[in-house]
Nanobody
Framework: VQLQAYGGGLVQAGGSLGLSCAAS????????MGWFRQTPGAEREFVAA????????YYSDSVKGRFTISRDSAKSTVYLQMNSLKPEDTAVYYC??????????????????WGQGTHVTVSS
């Protein structure tokens, strides 16, 4: 599966930004899509995930209530709507696809396909 992320940019604190991730190739090989983020010198961290088919969304505590992950199966695209952004949300955001089970939806290693990353900068 190939993933292409779009969106990102610069926004002021309290603002909103949307990311999208288009999947191509054999999407039947994945059952979950996620968003992760990384800052310089830090490990990549989980942000949000959704099942590719069926229900179920997952969020990190730091973004719960502010970010919303959604998918459009017909377009093979996953979205991340980010509201009430904070400077600490500044990072490179990556979309990922894989076959995680429920207990591993937040685990980086369960995702085998990764997009190229897109920068999100939140100014104070």
């Amino acid at each position: 599966v190939q993933l292409q992320a779009y969106g990102g940019g610069l926004v002021q604190a309290g603002g909103s930004l949307g990311l999208s991730c288009a999947a191509s190739g054999d999407t039947s090989s994945i059952n979950g899509m996620g968003w992760f983020r990384q800052t310089p010198g830090a490990e990549r961290e989980f942000v949000a995930a959704t099942r590719w088919r069926g229900g179920g969304t997952y969020y990190s505590d730091s973004v719960k209530g502010r970010f919303t992950i959604s998918r459009d199966s017909a377009k093979s695209t996953v979205y991340l709507q980010m509201n009430s952004l904070k400077p600490e949300d500044t990072a490179v955001y990556y979309c990922a696809g894989g076959r995680p089970i429920t207990s591993t939806m937040t685990t980086t290693g369960r995702y085998t396909s990764w997009g190229q990353g897109t920068h999100v900068t939140v100014s104070s």
